[in-house]
């Protein structure tokens, strides 16, 4: 099992769709998890920290599921500009600690 | 968050030769780390440089092919030595927030080599 997984995808969506993503991890010790998107040809830059509380922030929110090793991505109202590669990130923050990247969900949305 | 500076920003190279990316960090940071992502395909870390001492390199990278530069808090280089096409890839500079502040991982811009 990849310590990090990830659907590829494509998800492709109209302009105005929610979507969602989800990414499932195996270190149950882990203790910091982000959101990263990644444009073609460039590097991937934050997107959200995920909290165990969740957190939103306008049409992204994030959920943590401890009890089932998940994180997930909501996207509201997608946008054109939406149009990315969301890479999972988990860090385990225990010793020898070593942020984790999933492979990433390609999202299209088209008008 | 600190601000990366990679250069170069890209480059086309011979097979056989070798080419060294700098990365200059606007603060001193602790954790500096080399990434690879290839066509394609997700991040995979080369390694963590160390100030003062040999870099931590991961599972299929060795020191011979990837030697690591870190000789303060705020610069470090990687050199990929001995180019073959398989080495065509975007390498990434990063840095790490300190551990209380949520552990989160910046990149520069990044390099983006092509081996021919």
């Known amino acids: 099992r990849k310590e990090v997984e990830q659907d590829p995808g494509p998800f492709n969506v109209p302009e105005g769709a929610t979507v969602a993503f989800n990414c499932t991890y195996s270190?149950?010790?882990?203790?910091?998890f982000f959101w990263y998107r990644q444009d073609c040809r460039k590097e991937p830059k934050l997107l959200m920290s995920?909290?165990?509380s969740g957190n939103e922030d306008g049409r992204f929110t994030a959920q943590l599921n401890r009890a089932s090793q998940y994180i997930s991505l909501l996207i509201r109202d997608s946008k054109l500009s939406d149009s990315a590669t969301y890479l999972c990130v988990v860090n385990p923050r225990t010793g020898g600690f070593k942020t984790i990247f999933g492979a990433g969900t390609r999202l299209f949305v088209k008008a | 968050s600190a601000v990366i500076s990679q250069k170069p920003s890209r480059d086309i190279c011979q097979r056989g030769t070798s080419l060294t990316i700098q990365c200059q960090v606007d603060s001193q940071v602790t954790m500096m780390f080399w990434y690879r992502q290839q066509p394609g395909q997700s991040l995979t870390l080369i390694a963590t440089?160390?100030?003062?001492?040999?870099?931590?390199?991961e599972s299929g990278f060795v020191i011979d092919k990837f030697p690591i530069s870190r000789p303060n808090l705020t610069f470090s280089t990687l050199t990929v030595s001995n180019m073959s096409p398989e080495d065509s890839s975007i390498y990434l500079c990063?840095?790490?927030?300190?551990?209380?502040?949520?552990?989160?991982?910046?990149f520069g811009e990044g390099s983006w080599l092509t081996v021919v």
């Open positions: 270190n149950s010790a882990s203790q910091s």
């Open positions: 995920v909290y165990s």
């Open positions: 440089a160390n100030q003062g001492s040999e870099a931590t390199y």
């Open positions: 990063s840095v790490e927030d300190l551990p209380g502040a949520g552990n989160t991982i910046y």
